[in-house]
Nanobody
């Protein structure tokens, strides 16, 4: 069982930055592929970034390429999402997710691929 807790959301002006953290419980967290998703009001939950267990291979949604960066510190059981040059359209609840697949060298971009989810953290970008 893996429990995920996001933090770091908040209100920021357009052009600003935030760093989200996703702290995981469970000794095997470091072996799972991870993802960050977001869901804006009235919209579906979509992938933002997804990475393999080692962080070697990573997928970024076109809308965040060059602005967002995922990193993971497996020693601390934590995944980060650094978000720069934020735009009002980035406003959403952000979720981290883990897939129960040990040492996966594949990243996963669909909601249905993931087995564990955090409770979400609100990010609001004002214009």
């Amino acid at each position: 069982q893996v429990q995920l807790v996001e933090s770091g959301g908040g209100l920021v002006q357009a052009g600003g930055s935030l760093r989200l953290s996703c702290a995981a419980s469970g000794r095997t967290f470091s072996t799972f592929p991870m993802g960050w998703f977001r869901q804006a009001p009235g919209k579906e939950r979509d992938v933002v970034v997804a990475t393999t267990w080692s962080g070697t291979n990573t997928y970024y949604a076109d809308s965040v390429k060059g602005r967002f960066t995922i990193s993971r510190d497996n020693a601390k059981n934590t995944v980060y999402l650094q978000m720069n040059s934020l735009k009002p359209e980035d406003t959403a609840v952000y979720y981290c997710a883990a897939k129960l697949k040990y040492y996966s060298t594949t990243y996963y971009t669909e909601v249905a691929d993931y087995d564990f989810w955090g409770q979400g953290t609100q990010v609001t970008v004002s214009s």
